[in-house]
């Protein structure tokens, strides 16, 4: 249920019109016969269950299967759970199958006030980390090269993401690029130092280290004790 006040904050903000109130309830008229213009003849009348009036607010029942969002919600989580368990193959298929419902931005056709700003947040963030979480999955399963193009792209749109340079030094390294991956962490360790004064982070710079000396824990890592390669010098 979403509250009439959290309905107004994200139409007006705090400067609330002194017909608010008559307003939302007209765009509530209006929403429910746009619905019952798109439901079967036979069912227009059940429009009010659809989105339902609530104490101090409204309801849209529909079923889960219905709403995008939750499908891939369902399916990066099943993702999620396949990497733990170590089922590389289950988790990279679950989470591109979850990417592959993505069409651009979240809500890119909504104009988002508020409150929607911050699901728009929350959704870009959960597709970066199930995308990061995929390319984990293949890494183990040894598509270093495969995924060289990709992680090239996500570094430059990311260009601060630790997590991202350390998958990208790792599918070069594996792919024998030993130099090429470590200037990915020379162009980091630069930019990090410069635009925001600091050094790469612990892990980072031990991922770092382990290639200078030909560490043999980079090479692939299958199974359910590791939860990502920037974990593997977390320690």
């Known amino acids: 249920m979403v509250p009439v006040p959290t309905l107004m904050e994200e139409l007006w903000g705090t400067d609330l019109p002194q017909s608010s109130l008559t307003t939302l309830q007209t765009y509530i008229l209006q929403l429910r016969r746009m619905i019952a213009k798109a439901l079967p003849?036979?069912?227009?009348?059940?429009?009010?269950?659809?989105?339902?009036t609530r104490y101090d607010g409204y309801?849209?029942?529909?079923?889960?299967?219905a709403v995008d969002v939750?499908?891939?919600?369902?399916?990066?989580?099943?993702?999620?759970q396949a990497f733990d368990r170590g089922e590389d193959e289950r988790a990279a298929h679950c989470l591109s199958e979850a990417l592959g419902m993505w069409e651009g931005p979240a809500l890119v056709d909504v104009h988002a006030g508020a409150i929607l700003e911050i699901e728009v947040m929350r959704l870009e963030e959960s597709?970066?980390?199930?995308?990061?979480?995929?390319i984990d999955a293949e890494l183990r399963l040894g598509r270093h090269v495969e995924l060289i193009a990709e992680l090239a792209d996500l570094?430059?749109?990311?260009?601060?993401?630790?997590?991202?340079?350390?998958?990208?030094?790792?599918?070069?390294?594996r792919s024998g690029r030993q130099?090429?991956?470590?200037?990915?962490?020379?162009?980091?360790?630069?930019?990090?130092?410069?635009?925001?004064?600091?050094e790469p982070s612990p892990q980072l710079q031990r991922l770092h280290q382990a290639m200078l000396a030909v560490d043999p824990r980079l090479d692939v890592i299958a199974g359910p004790r590791r939860t990502s390669t920037f974990d593997l010098y977390a320690a």
């Open 127 to 134: 597709r970066l980390v199930a995308r990061e979480r995929r």
């Open 155 to 173: 570094t430059a749109r990311y260009p601060r993401n630790e997590g991202l340079h350390s998958q990208a030094m790792v599918a070069l390294y």
């Open 179 to 198: 130099a090429s991956a470590l200037d990915v962490y020379r162009r980091l360790r630069q930019r990090l130092i410069t635009e925001l004064g600091v």
């Open 70 to 80: 939750h499908t891939y919600e369902r399916l990066v989580t099943e993702g999620r």
């Open 59 to 65: 309801m849209l029942k529909i079923p889960a299967a």
């Open 41 to 52: 003849a036979e069912r227009a009348e059940s429009v009010k269950e659809i989105l339902a």
